[in-house]
């Protein structure tokens, strides 16, 4: 990288680093440590190719979610994630809103990384299906899936939850209904 | 309140939670990066760096061969240099030190998600000069005298270390050892050596499922950094061949291991000591595998900075002290750390006497991969090309890695 890449690599990280390390704690079930772990890889990858990347955040935002799924893939057993309040049942009821988020918290940790990138896209990126399956790489069958399976997890975790509804535009189906070109 | 709506609000409560980074995280990405591209050498290369310490040149193998001169004692000027070479084919030396080999990368697929970034040397044939390609072994580490090497044979971890004569080209004796190594290195006196031992092969690499180099394949391996395993490693009297292991396994935060992260003896061969890829950034064990302190002039010493002390011991390589637009490194005094020198180069490699090193160094402007080895000398601006520049950029094919030894 020469001395106008770097300029430019310290001006990005300066001023998006902040923004794009809430998704990486949020990637990590809330380990701080850990997520500035993935957000470092993922800036050293990006720092590799500075030059010839358009569009650098949504670069940087790729590797996150693509690195903290692999990298849970490549482990030989599923790491313990450390959270600060376990997802005791009994605490929370309707009204206390603060409870249940923490409920929700623990709960949102306690998932794999892919489960809880799908939930990170979903829910706190807002984007539609098809541009999670672009960004992980899968199709949109499989958010669908994924995600479904994702929330009545969460509910198995913290049985507080059972209560809740589900939005009614999220009716999500468990088999992949994406549509299938037929041929005659 | 459904569950869609608490998923949304919890995790963006607890994004907004986040305090900002500390400053400086550019930077912190810079340096990690750095050390990452330099780290590929460091295993090798600093393993013969404490060999040049000493600068102590002891003919390791008493064969009775000795009436055959070796290239690197025919020709003693003080500066063999090659500035059109580039990767080296005749030898190329500097006051006390030589290369005594090079190797290159290469991605070896093993199965369909699997692959090994396995080394080709090149090592210099003592009877005519040149450097030869030899694909036999994965990992060499030349003794001071440059007589014999250290080698393991593919497909590692092995159970034996070859000591190979350079002059016939042979392995003149094997040595057993009872767990499986896939490193090795020299003592800076030649006596002995530190065996790294693992439990798989380090090298191994995995296809990622995203496309990392972005050249639009999935089709990139690399190596698991959530996992080490390091199992210790075996000190080894060359002389009788007998081993004794340690166990000392990686204290790197899972999530950022280095896969191979070898083990090289300290300045006076009393202990041992491994990278970590986090503060203090080293560790030292006696050979009995206990940790120990470490040593007061290696305290400021950075495993990736090949050259580490001056023969005399008084001076310490550093890191880089150049900026965006030139390059030079630090000179620091062991003791206390204090910046005493500033010299041209990148990255310090091995020091030739106690004013004199070699490093990496581009042409001011150029491209930050495309270096030459040079001369450089505390004091002076000037320096003097030993090799040709490197081609191609970091990870590309054909790039060449020295391994220096005391001639």
Redesign the interface.
């Known amino acids: 990288?020469?001395?106008a890449g770097?300029?430019s690599?310290?001006a990005?990280?300066?001023g998006r680093?902040?923004v794009l390390?809430?998704?990486a704690?949020?990637l990590s079930g809330?380990d701080?440590?850990?997520a500035?772990?993935?957000l470092?890889?993922a800036?050293?990858?990006a720092?590799?190719?500075w030059q010839?990347?358009d569009e650098p955040e949504a670069y940087v935002r790729?590797?996150l979610y693509?690195?903290q799924?692999?990298?849970w893939?490549?482990?030989?057993r599923r790491?313990e994630v450390t959270v600060a309040e376990l997802p005791e049942s009994g605490a929370a009821d309707?009204a206390a809103?603060v409870e249940?988020?923490l409920v929700?918290?623990g709960a949102?940790a306690r998932l794999t990384a892919r489960q809880r990138a799908m939930?990170?896209l979903r829910?706190?990126e807002d984007l539609p299906e098809a541009d999670v399956a672009r960004i992980l790489?899968c199709s949109v069958g499989t958010v669908r899936s994924t995600t479904h399976r994702s929330?009545a997890r969460?509910?198995e975790l913290a049985p507080e939850?059972a209560g809740?509804?589900?939005?009614p535009a999220?009716q999500l189906p468990s088999r992949d209904f994406s549509p299938v070109e037929v041929r005659p | 309140m459904n569950v869609d709506e608490l998923v949304r609000d919890s995790l963006r409560e607890q994004a907004a939670e986040q305090p900002p980074l500390a400053p400086g995280f550019a930077d912190r990405v810079l340096d990690v990066r750095r050390r990452r591209r330099t780290r590929r050498i460091a295993t090798v290369a600093a393993t013969t760096a404490a060999v040049v310490a000493l600068a102590v040149a002891v003919p390791l193998l008493e064969t009775g061969k000795d009436e055959v001169r070796l290239a690197s004692e025919m020709n003693k000027s003080d500066i063999i240099a090659h500035p059109d070479q580039s990767p080296p084919r005749d030898l190329i030396a500097a006051g006390d030190v030589a290369l005594a080999a090079y190797f290159t990368y290469s991605t070896v697929r093993t199965s369909k998600d699997t692959a090994v970034r396995q080394r080709t040397y090149r090592i210099l044939d003592q009877r005519t000069g040149k450097y030869v390609e030899d694909d036999r072994w994965s990992m060499v580490s030349v003794a001071p005298g440059m007589r014999t090497a250290a080698v393991l044979e593919r497909d590692l971890p092995v159970k034996r270390i070859g000591l190979l004569d350079l002059l016939t080209g042979e392995v003149d004796r094997w040595i057993p050892v009872e767990r499986g190594v896939a490193g090795v290195a020299f003592s800076s006196d030649g006596g002995k050596l530190v065996a790294t031992t693992y439990n798989a092969n380090p090298d191994l690499l995995t296809r990622q499922d995203y496309d990392s180099n972005g050249d639009g394949k999935k089709n990139d391996y690399e190596p698991d950094h959530t996992t080490s395993h390091r199992t210790g490693f075996s000190v080894v009297d060359v002389g009788s061949g007998k081993a004794d292991w340690r166990k000392v396994v990686s204290e790197d935060r899972q999530g950022i291991v280095n896969a191979r992260q070898d083990f090289a003896f300290s300045g006076d061969g009393t202990s041992v000591y491994t990278g970590l890829t986090m503060e203090p950034h080293q560790q030292f064990y006696d050979l009995k595998g206990r940790k120990v302190p470490t040593p007061p002039d290696e305290r400021y010493l950075h495993w990736s900075v090949d050259a580490r002390l001056s023969p005399d011991g008084r001076l310490a390589a550093g890191d880089f002290a150049g900026d965006a637009r030139t390059t030079a490194s630090w000179i620091l005094d062991p003791r206390t750390g204090k910046h005493l020198h500033k010299v041209r180069g990148q990255q310090l490699l091995a020091w030739v006497d106690n004013k004199r090193l070699i490093a990496w160094d581009i042409t001011p402007g150029d491209n930050e991969f495309h270096n030459a080895l040079v001369l450089v000398t505390i004091g002076s601006d000037r320096t003097l090309p030993l090799s040709g520049a490197r081609k191609g950029n970091d990870g590309a094919a054909g790039r060449w890695t020295p391994v220096f030894a005391t001639r």
Request: glycine residues 8%; positive net charge; aromatic residues 8%.
């Open positions: 990288m020469d001395a770097q300029e690599f310290r990005f990280v300066a680093s902040s390390l809430k998704t704690v949020l809330g701080r440590h850990a500035e772990d993935l470092q890889n800036l050293i990858k720092a590799g190719r010839r990347i790729q590797i693509r690195q799924i692999s990298r893939r490549l482990k030989w790491r309707g809103g249940l988020r929700m918290r949102l939930l990170v829910y706190f790489g929330l969460l509910r939850l809740l509804g589900q939005a999220e």
